[in-house]
């Protein structure tokens, strides 16, 4: 990624990453609060891929794979994968936001997906790869559109077709499509190199796609 379009992100999340400095942090005594967990829905192709591009991140707790934006109750992927359902792949992203904001995670998000394609991701084509941003409430709505207005206006990487929609029901998807990744690491590692998923990001963003952190 170009540093116009690093610093054009950066400023997106600014002021949130400041207010993080700020926030007091809980004792060690028993009395203790527990920390706090928020959550981010996100799709960018393949959710086995999705899950370990953000699970290497600091305060994120566990990113679930799963299935949104359809018509139907409780998809199985293979009627999601039919594109019989309107689902999208998705993660949702657990997270602490004293460790890491939402602003911060939707500069993640950009710089591990390819915003240029609205039908696929990668090698993975159809409607249900397509990328897109959920919000839950006006806060991540207004956040995700300045964060997809600074990317546009950076001008590096374009056509954006990434959508940022309402969440409505995420579904969890089957248990083996779980932490893919860790469970078949030559299967998960094949495909992902396979599929020119980090190549294409390279191209796409540069190092930013490649050293892990959110800016």
């Excluded at 949104?68 to 309107?86: E, F, L, N």
């Amino acid at each position: 990624m170009s540093q116009k379009v690093v610093l054009s992100l950066a400023a997106v999340g600014l002021l949130a990453g400041a207010a993080l400095l700020v926030l007091p942090m809980p004792s060690n005594g028993d009395d203790a609060p527990a920390a706090e967990t928020a959550s981010a829905i996100f799709a960018g192709g393949c959710f086995w891929c999705m899950e370990a591009d953000f699970e290497k991140l600091a305060g994120v707790s566990e990113v679930v794979s799963g299935y949104i934006g359809g018509d139907i109750k409780s998809p199985t992927y293979k009627q999601v994968s039919r594109g019989a359902t309107k689902h999208v792949e998705a993660v949702r992203i657990d997270y602490d936001p004293q460790q890491v904001s939402y602003e911060q995670l939707l500069d993640h998000f950009w710089v591990n997906i390819d915003p240029t394609v609205d039908d696929r991701q990668f090698c993975d084509t159809g409607r249900h790869y397509r990328p897109a941003i959920f919000y839950q409430d006006k806060a991540e709505q207004r956040a995700a559109e300045a964060s997809r207005k600074a990317v546009k206006d950076a001008g590096e990487v374009s056509p954006i077709k990434v959508t940022i929609e309402p969440a409505g029901e995420f579904w969890v998807a089957e248990t083996y499509h779980q932490d893919y990744y860790k469970k078949n690491p030559l299967r998960y590692n094949y495909y992902r190199i396979s599929c020119g998923r980090d190549a294409r990001l390279k191209d796409l963003w540069g190092d930013a796609a490649l050293d892990g952190k959110p800016t």
